[in-house]
């Protein structure tokens, strides 16, 4: 196994691994779930989809139920003990609400993630104090949340420029890249991040020149998660006070339809770093 993979990306790949020995072996979820002694159908589906920790007797037992032996067996049994790590308890962990977990669980195991930010910067590419100025518009949050959630999102970006990263398309509009965040100084800094990270071989950022007018998309942010191996794809779209995880195939076709026509009205590469250098002056 490579360094710098979380237990969700341990949990992930033993699931997909699972689903694999099924359609070779014929094993059905039905059969599972008897082997678990009767357990839900959706403790199940959450296990085949990484979303659970296999116990080691319940891990050992399906592994019966599947017919594998050494050495596939121990590599298996490994995956399964990493899933159930504990990750390291941090100063702002308790500052992410319940609802955001699982979208975090899914942008951390996505092996690709495209995205459409009309408004703002995506948080995996704010500097700090871009991200600060943005959190501190919920009036809501006490000042040490806030700055817990700072923290937070500091912390996910690090799989960004780690071991292993995600190809990371991001595409906005000219005009998130003017707008008043922060000072100019926070301003100018974040300029300067997103120049870096062009500059990294799987991070693409495109921009829509003022001058295309409006799109299909118009201004509703979203992003498309794909995970490594068979799994399916998963769109996520924020609203106000939430957002919501959408994996129905028809509607996750509509979203990377809109995606490859805002590819085609942006710019990226040369022309994107010319515009980022004109708009730092």
Not at 119 to 146: C, F, K, M, W
Request: glycine share 6%; net charge neutral.
């Amino acid at each position: 196994m490579t360094s710098g993979q979380s237990p969700t990306d341990y949990r992930a790949r033993l699931g997909e691994r699972l689903r694999e020995l099924m359609r070779h072996s014929g094993v059905t979820k039905a059969d599972l779930q008897e082997t678990l002694g009767g357990c839900s159908d959706s403790k199940v589906a959450k296990i085949l989809r990484g979303d659970h920790s296999v116990a080691p007797l319940e891990l050992a037992a399906l592994l019966d139920r599947l017919g594998v032996e050494d050495p596939e067996r121990a590599d298996l049994l490994h995956l399964g003990e990493e899933g159930r790590r504990r990750r390291p308890k941090t100063p702002w962990g308790s500052a992410i609400p319940d609802r955001l977990k699982k979208f975090f669980n899914t942008e951390e195991t996505a092996q690709r993630i495209e995205l459409y930010r009309p408004d703002l910067l995506h948080g995996l590419v704010q500097t700090e104090s871009y991200a600060r100025a943005v959190i501190e518009t919920n009036p809501t949050l006490r000042p040490d949340e806030i700055e817990r959630l700072v923290q937070a999102r500091m912390a996910r970006q690090a799989r960004l420029t780690g071991p292993n990263p995600p190809t990371y398309s991001l595409i906005i509009r000219e005009a998130v890249l003017r707008a008043p965040v922060g000072t100019e100084e926070t301003r100018r800094e974040q300029l300067d991040r997103l120049r870096r990270l062009v500059k990294l071989p799987h991070i693409s950022i495109r921009i829509i020149p003022d001058s295309a007018g409006l799109t299909s998309a118009l201004y509703f942010p979203f992003m498309i998660l794909t995970p490594a191996g068979d799994r399916a794809k998963t769109v996520y779209v924020e609203t106000l006070t939430d957002g919501l995880l959408v994996d129905e195939e028809s509607r996750i076709m509509h979203y990377e339809q809109v995606f490859r026509e805002l590819l085609a009205v942006s710019v990226g590469g040369k022309e994107a770093a010319r515009l980022m250098d004109k708009l730092a002056v």
